[in-house]
């Protein structure tokens, strides 16, 4: 930054087209936040919509969220056909969890400029992670899946619709093939033009610098699972480094925070900032938490910037084709013998599990259920509340028929209740009302808790919770034992990682 040139640009007040034009030029360089000084310095009676949009990229482009979607929608305001700004919007509105806005701002630009790959592939993404709608994801993303310059991105979304709801026909070991083509394809051949750590010539030392990178670094699943290790290390007097790839923050990431020796806020970073910042570390181990939702942790790491370097949960939905971990934690039910074949990394078994769950202090006591355990009783009984927790895209056409089928079972005054915050949107409601049309809309209820507390007492309301598959609840069906909630799952041959969730859960 040349704080010098700016410092005397902002306190001149005096912008001409000369001081317009160094600003842009600090953009074309990419510094950042030098030009940010300068665009947001200039004169009210200047402003323009490529001068809001200029602000607008800067702030995304230096992570800064919630700025981002401040001024992308003064800039869409200032000029509704402004469609890059939309889009900034959209990504901003995802990162910090406001998913209405997402799906309006995605959809606007979608309606006007079908055709442009960009935008096309942002609906596809909100189509299938927003809504859950797998189909109209793979349609559209089948136009560019060859294509040179957006084939990845593609590629990738296609994969995702598949983990979340096959297509006829499609095997596990298909998908797994799948999955390590893209990877040979996309991501390993990264590591050649990445920075490397030497291989370790002695055992670790006793107290080792560890590494976590991950964009779930707030309440749910993934703190559920780690936060106790985390403390256990720092008790230990390991220094801990976490690598924060998300936008939003809770009590939770305070929390974590206060247990870092040093905290990277490194959500804006590309692959060779990934990469140099994991190098530079001078780590002793690093855990992926974020897996196939991180396509630039995958490549980042592909070169193996930390001696040592493992997969744990986050994004662990299936192998991820490389080599370069030295570890993929897992436990005896998550990964049998007979699906070895499965993976290119070392399995890394646990035993009987392969983590430690924290029950937070906020859960509540187990409410006493009338109808008891037994699914002959619940069926028989009138007021009774089925429930499904887990987020809208986990919810696969072949789960909607079977719960459509197995909830008719039920009595006449029986409720159906879906608990995430992705049901906050009319768009994921009208696709389950729609795929659930047996059912009458009165008999449904959504509800969309703030919080990981609130969800639990919700979960506690139920009477019966019911798993998805392909992929599973996971560590909601956890959170479902200790609640004594029982849990119903449908029969899959269940082979991929995130699949198998379900039997690792509900055996403990």
Avoid at 172 to 194: E, G, H, S, W
Avoid at 413 to 432: E, G, H, K, P, W
Wanted: aromatic residues 12%.
């Amino acid at each position: 930054m040349n704080t010098a040139v700016v410092s005397d640009l902002c306190q001149s007040k005096s912008f001409d087209t000369k001081s317009r034009n160094l600003a842009d030029d600090f953009f074309r360089r990419g510094d950042w936040l030098s030009a940010l000084h300068v665009y947001e310095a200039i004169d009210g009676s200047a402003v323009s919509s490529s001068l809001l949009l200029q602000i607008a990229e800067c702030h995304y482009r230096l992570g800064d969220y919630e700025a981002t979607f401040v001024a992308s929608k003064k800039a869409a305001e200032f000029h509704q056909s402004l469609l890059r700004a939309h889009q900034l919007h959209s990504y901003a509105a995802k990162a910090l969890g406001r998913l209405s806005d997402w799906l309006d701002s995605v959809a606007f630009n979608y309606k006007r400029s079908p055709d442009h790959p960009d935008y096309a592939l942002d609906y596809a993404d909100a189509a299938l992670f927003g809504v859950g709608d797998a189909v109209t994801a793979r349609q559209i993303v089948s136009r560019y899946v060859d294509d040179s310059v957006h084939g990845e991105r593609a590629q990738w979304l296609n994969l995702m619709s598949l983990v979340f709801d096959r297509s006829d026909n499609y095997s596990a070991n298909q998908l797994t093939v799948d999955f390590r083509n893209f990877a040979n394809t996309y991501i390993q051949p990264q590591a050649k033009c990445l920075l490397s750590a030497k291989a370790q010539s002695q055992l670790p030392p006793a107290v080792r610098t560890i590494g976590f990178i991950s964009p779930f670094f707030t309440s749910g699943t993934v703190s559920s699972v780690v936060m106790k290790k985390f403390e256990t290390l720092h008790e230990s007097g390991h220094r801990l480094v976490f690598f924060y790839r998300g936008g939003r923050f809770d009590s939770v990431t305070v929390q974590m925070k206060s247990l870092a020796t040093r905290w990277v806020d490194c959500a804006h970073f590309n692959v060779l900032q990934l990469n140099r910042v994991l190098f530079d570390s001078k780590l002793d181990e690093l855990y992926d938490l974020s897996g196939w939702m991180d396509i630039d942790v995958l490549k980042a790491i592909s070169s193996k910037p930390v001696p040592l370097q493992y997969k744990w949960v986050g994004g662990q939905l299936c192998s991820t084709g490389l080599s370069c971990y030295d570890g993929f934690i897992t436990d005896t039910t998550l990964t049998p013998p007979s699906s070895y074949s499965l993976y290119t990394e070392p399995l890394l078994s646990l035993g009987s599990c392969r983590s430690e769950y924290t029950l937070p202090a906020y859960t509540p006591k187990p409410r006493m259920r009338e109808c008891g355990h037994s699914l002959r009783k619940l069926k028989q009984c009138g007021e009774v509340v089925v429930g499904v927790c887990a987020p809208v895209h986990f919810l696969s056409r072949d789960f909607l028929a079977a719960l459509a089928e197995f909830f008719r079972t039920f009595s006449v005054t029986a409720q159906l209740c879906f608990i995430d915050s992705s049901f906050v949107t009319q768009q994921a409601q009208n696709r389950i009302h729609k795929a659930l049309s047996v059912i009458s809309p009165a008999r449904i209820k959504f509800v969309v808790p703030i919080s990981h507390e609130e969800l639990l007492h919700c979960m506690n309301e139920l009477d019966l919770l019911v798993d998805t598959f392909p992929h599973s609840s996971g560590i909601r069906l956890l959170e479902a034992k200790y609640l004594k909630l029982p849990v119903h799952l449908f029969s899959f041959d269940r082979q991929l990682f995130c699949e198998r969730l379900a039997l690792t859960y509900t055996v403990r």
